[in-house]
């Protein structure tokens, strides 16, 4: 990662009735570092997600994660984004917009092309390996399960591959639907997994499922099979 992930400076913006120069200058670095850490949903933090949803005539997507995965949770939806933002029209005064912002930025991306293009073939990477392994087999952790039931009785738990992928996996406990089996934290599966490194038959044992946006760090992974039972 570039060692320049702070590139705005407060003199290089005007201030508006809402947000002082500081502001938008700290939004552009938390923006810049985003992007070059590998665009990891981690790190698109709620500011970034509300100033950057007003920029650029975005939409809000209905909330940070419809955001995130219009964008950002696939390598070419970010190109897609690069290339929307840098045929964008700035509109509106620098004391009543970000207009200034975004011009900056534009100048920023194209001046910064390359390294961007390397993170995002960075992703690419990954996606593929997940691809190549599709239809084998891959130990996956029962990592946390929540205490309290939700709404609809179901308890949700926290799925963990050696592969990196995670999911949330709703499932409904024996106390509600006799039979079912309750699984215990740290019991171990070993699941055929799809193109995208989710088990194949991970409905069979949850009534929905959503994968973690981003990919676990080894440490995590490492941690979570200490537990293993």
Same mark, same amino acid.
């Given at each position: +990662?570039?060692?320049?992930?702070? #590139?705005?400076? #407060?003199?290089?913006?005007? #201030?508006?009735?809402? !947000? ?14 985003? +992007? ?6 981690a790190d698109f933090s709620d500011f970034?997600?509300?100033?950057? &949803?007003?920029?650029? +005539? ?6 940070? &994660? ?31 917009? %970000? ?35 599709? =239809? ?6 029962? %990592?946390?399960? &929540? ?16 592969? =990196? ?13 006799? =039979? ?15 193109? !995208?490194? +989710? ?31």
């Amino acid at each position: +990662m570039s060692n320049n992930t702070q #590139p705005f400076e #407060p003199a290089q913006f005007t #201030p508006t009735q809402f !947000d002082s120069a500081e502001v938008k200058a700290s939004f552009g670095n938390d923006l810049v570092r985003f +992007m070059l850490n590998g665009f990891k949903w981690a790190d698109f933090s709620d500011f970034v997600y509300k100033k950057l &949803s007003n920029c650029f +005539m975005h939409i809000a997507h209905y909330d940070r &994660s419809g955001f995130y995965n219009t964008w950002f949770s696939d390598p070419n939806q970010i190109r897609e984004w690069l290339d929307y933002v840098a045929s964008a029209t700035p509109v509106g005064s620098a004391s009543h917009t %970000y207009s200034d912002f975004e011009r900056a930025f534009q100048v920023w991306i194209r001046e910064n092309r390359a390294e961007i293009q390397s993170v995002i073939e960075g992703g690419d990477e990954a996606k593929q390996a997940l691809s190549d392994a599709a =239809g084998e087999k891959v130990e996956f952790i029962v %990592y946390a399960i &929540s205490s309290n039931t939700g709404p609809f009785g179901h308890k949700q738990h926290i799925v963990i591959g050696r592969n =990196g992928v995670g999911f949330k996996g709703d499932r409904q406990p024996s106390a509600h639907v006799p =039979g079912n089996e309750d699984l215990e934290r740290g019991r171990v599966f070993e699941w055929e997994v799809d193109a !995208d490194g +989710m088990p194949v038959e991970r409905n069979k044992w949850f009534e929905h499922t959503s994968r973690l946006p981003d990919k676990a760090p080894d440490a995590i992974i490492e941690e979570a099979f200490a537990i293993a039972i």
